[in-house]
Each structure stands twice: as structure tokens, then as C-alpha cells.
């Protein structure tokens, strides 16, 4: 589903920074896959580049086959929307946009009709117990609430992989706890997931963690999840 | 793409904004109000003007005799050119030439019942009204029946009516016998006094007093001309035609004077050309006036793009086209444009429509001469749908520099933006 060869990826600032030197990876369709490392290891710009929101100056990635270099925006958006969901660490919900439309967002921009956007939305609002919440704005809601809401508008079109940076960075532990629980539900439904963290506990509960240290992988450790207790590895 | 949708989003974020929204929209009115008032300014001032010729025809030419200046083939300068049958023979035969006009004057005595007082008496052709723009105000002017009949018939202005009729009990002078020098007309009309505002005129038809007067003098010749539009046509025109009463008489082509001919084509072309640009300059102004709103317009999209970049990085990740990302910024920029400049619009037309109601129950601004100078100040349809398009395409400018910027950032940069 993911193959990363030889990416490289360097930022040229006041001091040009080589965060990326090398990175070869390959994520099979299902697979629960989490990248930890070190603040500066380059994990989040690792991810960036597996969701096409950043670009990359050396190497090849494959995603779901097809080569992903050099794509013109339009092409990239629809990358981006047809097969990839995101979970960021602060939610990224849109402030003056209700729970349901910020879930039905990604449908608007595949020119699904209003209507049926909604029952789409609601679908998986319901899915995640926040059918009563829909009408409500990001601010009206606890964190895990709006995570559970941007985890449904990351599932909403469907996609082949979701890619979920530090999702519970901003969570407590009990919280952290559920939200992982759904993300490891959504993995058994066969959709690819990569988690980047920096805590042991969450990448625990992935199939495979991927060592990341000064742009380079470190070691990749095989992991059985359900060898742990969860709610007791968290923190 | 521009479903129901697509514009609830652009509304959306408007009113999100409403005070700033407003004062931005404002500086648009604005523009757009002075601009029309400016126009209208400019068209009453023109409408004023040319009302004065309105019921005159443009297409005339006016020759007068007059002496020479240069001596010529034996003849001495000073010589006075006294037109006559041949000029009009030789005008009626000219293809530009469409109705020719000769004036007769004669001067004398008007006398009814008790009454008198001076006249000056023109010989005219019924074509002289409209070329000359005489305004009938009772019965009728002279007609081509007149003419033919050499009916001993006069029109006379309305100062020469009201003094012969002062302090008598006869109210119109209509079918009454007059009389001009010792001959008797019958009146058949009362006109305004002609646009110079001579007082005391009185017109017959020219056949009638080439009869009664057994003379073929003719002082001033008016005709009107077709296919002469531009000024150098009628310049080149004028040349040619001076040249051949120059043979006709034997007098100096060169000669500056011996006829005078003058052109109200030239003249009316010179008028409208002074008044084309006086509308340039104003459209001038009134541009300059609303770049700096849409100056204002273009500087609030770019800080509402800032402000949004957050939320433009998120919809970009969740699969945002480039295309509807500039698309919506710039229709934000253009709604705002276009309904606030349509609303300068409709209180600008406001406006001048009411001056323009006011000043038509006051009677119109004249110059005390009975000379309007200012009539009809408001703008016509072209002018509000000039108005619009440079409306859109202020809109479209102000909104496109912010939307491409927004575009052009990279999604991650854009949602790490702080």
C-alpha cells in the first residue's frame, strides 16, 4: 500500500536541515503500522510526505501503486481525498463549522449533494455515539469528542489509509485509551493506519513501530497488541 | 460548482465578519456614487448646452455676403459680394447639399391699427425654422404652400405680437392684416424670439418678397448638408465650396473674406468633442476614486486569507481543488464589490434623479439669457452597465492577488500556521 524508497527531504532555511536522509519503508493493505521517535527524528515530516501534504526531494513513494512525485495540486487534492484520511493532534476541526459539517467537508469536495453529504455524516457520527452532538461547534465540545469527530470525517469518503499524527498528544489518559480502541476497530476493518507518537504506550498497540532517530529508520520491532493490556500501558 | 453550497460558504464568511465587511463595502459605494454623480454632473452640463441647439439641425452651413479683401482679375479689394439666384442654383446642384435656405432681409416699418414699431423682415424658406430652431408658439410657421403661392403672409416674434397688442382688447393677431413697410401680410403665427435673442423679427416667404420687391439680392444663404460626418470632411467641403463662389464671382479664392462661410457641423463637432472630453476625464476621476476602494477591498482579503490560512491548510488535506480554493476568494471579493457598489449605484441614481425632478418643477438652471446650462443630470443605462462591468472586474482584481497567494502555500505550512 506504502513504499518508500531512498526518500530524502531537506529544508532549506537560514541553515539548510537534512531531516529526511534515506527513509525506505514498505506498509502492506491492513496493516497497523506506528513511527515513534524523538521530537526532530523527522516522524511528523515523514508522515507529511506519506499524506502529500509536503513534498519530497529525493526517492520514490509509491502509494497504492501509483508513483507520487512531482503531482500538480489538483492531482494531489484528490490523492488526498479519495484515499487518505487524516487525524491530526489538534483536531484541525473547522471553529465556525458544526460537528456534521465539518464531518461532511471531504464529501463536499468530491461534489457529493447535500443531502445525501449528511446522512453520510450523521452515519458516522452515530457510529462513534455523537449523534446528539452533531449540531454543536468544535468549541462546545471535550477533546475526545472532537477527536472522535475528526476520526469520523477521516473515515467518512471511505478512504484506503488513514494517517494519524500524535493522535492522542492532545488527550488524557482515559480518553487516549478510547480513541485508540476505535482506531485499532477501524484498522480490523482492513483500512492501512500509520500512528505517529512519541509515547510507548500508544505505539504498543500497533502491529509494527517503526524506530525513527536523526532521519534515518532505526529498527523496525515486530509487536503483538493484543499481548497488552491497554488501558494500563497508556502513561 | 456555484451551487447553493458554494455560496452559503462565501455568505458565511461575510457575515462572520459583518462591521468589517461593511466598512470595506463602504469605500466601494462610495466610489461608485461619486462616480455616477460625477457623470450625471457632466451630462446635465451637456444636456444643458446642446438643449439650447436641440431644436436646431446640426448639419447647416451658413454663408454671408460680404466685401473682399484682395483685389482680383482688375478688381479692386473692397469690393461688396452681393449673392444672388446663381449661388443658390449653384448650392442646390452640390450632391452634399440637401435644402437650401436664402435668407432676404428687409427692414422697415410694422404697423397695426394704432400701433407701429420696427421690423426687421426675412425673406425664408420653411426649412429656416428647423435649421434656425424657431419655436412656434401660436398658429403656424410658413410652408411650402406659401411658398408656391407667394402668399403675401408673415410669422412674427412674440415682443413684436405683445407690443402691438398693448393695452387694446384684441388677444391674437392671428388672421389679422398687418402692415410691413406699406405692404399688407397676414399673420399666420407667433414664435419665440430666435436663439441670439434678436427682438422684433418677422418672417415671410422668401418668393413672396423676391415679388413684392423685385429683387434677387440675397444677404445669407443656410442650407443643411448629409454625408459630411467628420471634421475634416466638412473642413475639406468648405474649401472646395469657397473656391467656386470664388469663380462664380471673380474674387480671390484666398480671399478671407468676400463670402463668410461658417459650419455649425464644425462647430457642433468641436462641442461634442470638448464634452467627449470632459466625460473621459470624468470616468478619469471617478476609476481613480474607486481603485482606492478596491484598494481596500484587496487589503481585507489578503488579511481575511491570513486569518483562514488555518482553515484553507485543512480543506486543502481534506482534498480542497487549488481551483475552488481561488474560486471562492475571489467570488467573496466580488460579492462584496459588486453588491456594495450596486447599492453606491442605486443611491447615486437616487440622488441625481431627484436634483434632476427638483430642478425640472424649478424650471432648470439657466444662465438668465433663457439659456439652460444645466438639464437632465442623470445617467443613462450604458453608463450603469459600463458601471457594472468595471464593478466585476475591480472585484475580481482585488480578490486575485490574496486568493493566488493562499493557493500557492503548501498545505502542511498552511495548517501549521499560527
Known sequence: MIKLENINKTYFGAQPLHV??????????????????????????LLNIIGILDNYDEGDYYLA?????????????????????????????????????????????????RKKRNMMAMEYLERFGLKDWADHYPNELSGGQKQRVSIARALVTSPKIILADEPTGALDSKTSAEVMQILREVNATGITMVIVTHERGIANLTRKIVHLKDGLIESIEENDPDKMDFTKEIK | MFNRDFWSEIFM???????????????????????IILLSAGNGLKNG?????????????????????????GHKAGRFIMMNNKDIQLLESLHQVEEVSPTMSKGGNLIFGEKSRTIGLEGIKPIYKNIHGINVL????????????????????????????RNTE?????????????????????????????????YAPYSTLQALYNDNDCYQIVFTT??????????????????????????????????????????SLETMRIFNTINI??????IAMLISGVVGVSNIMRITVKERTNEIGIRKALGAKPSSILLSIVMESLVITTIFGYIGMVCGIGVTEIISSVMESAGGLSDGNGMSVFVDPTVDISIVISATLVLIISGVAAGFAPAWNSVKVKPIEAMNYR
Not at chain 1, 85 to 112: C, D, H, M, R, W
Not at chain 2, 281 to 286: A, E, L, S, Y
Open chain 1, 65 to 113: 501503486g501509483k508513483l507520487v512525485k512531482n503531482l500538480s495540486e489538483n492531482q494531489a487534492a484528490e490523492f488526498r481525498n479519495k484515499l487518505i484520511g487524516f487525524i491530526f493532534q489538534s483536531f484541525n476541526l473547522i471553529p465556525f463549522k458544526t460537528a456534521l459539517e465539518n464531518v461532511a467537508l471531504p464529501l463536499f469536495y468530491q461534489g457529493v449533494n
Open chain 2, 138 to 165: 401660436e398658429g403656424r410657421f410658413i410652408s411650402e404652400n406659401d411658398m408656391k403661392t407667394k402668399s403675401k403672409v408673415v410669422v412674427i416674434d412674440v415682443d413684436s405680437k405683445d407690443e402691438l397688442l
Open chain 2, 170 to 202: 384684441e388677444t391674437t393677431l392671428i388672421g389679422k392684416t398687418v402692415f410691413i413697410n406699406g405692404l399688407s401680410f397676414t399673420v399666420v403665427g407667433v414664435c419665440k424670439a430666435n436663439m441670439w435673442g434678436e427682438r422684433g423679427m418677422g
Open chain 2, 226 to 267: 448629409k454625408g459630411l460626418d467628420t471634421k475634416e470632411d466638412n473642413e475639406a467641403f468648405k474649401t472646395e465650396l469657397k473656391r467656386k463662389i470664388a469663380a462664380l464671382h471673380e474674387f480671390s479664392p484666398d480671399d478671407k473674406r468676400g463670402v463668410w462661410i461658417d459650419s455649425q457641423m464644425i462647430d
Open chain 2, 281 to 286: 476625464f470624468i470616468w478619469v476621476i471617478g
Open chain 1, 20 to 45: 529526511l536522509k534515506g527513509i525506505n519503508l514498505n506498509v502492506e493493505e491492513g496493516e497497523l503500522v506506528s513511527i515513534m521517535g524523538a521530537s526532530g527524528s523527522g516522524k511528523s515530516t
Open chain 2, 49 to 73: 448646452v446642446t438643449s439650447n441647439f436641440a431644436d436646431r439641425i446640426t448639419n447647416t452651413y451658413t454663408i454671408w455676403s460680404s466685401s473682399t479683401e484682395l483685389p482680383y482679375k
Open chain 2, 13 to 35: 464568511a461575510l457575515k462572520r465578519n459583518k462591521l468589517r465587511t461593511i466598512l470595506t463595502g463602504f469605500a466601494i459605494s462610495w466610489g461608485i456614487f461619486m462616480l
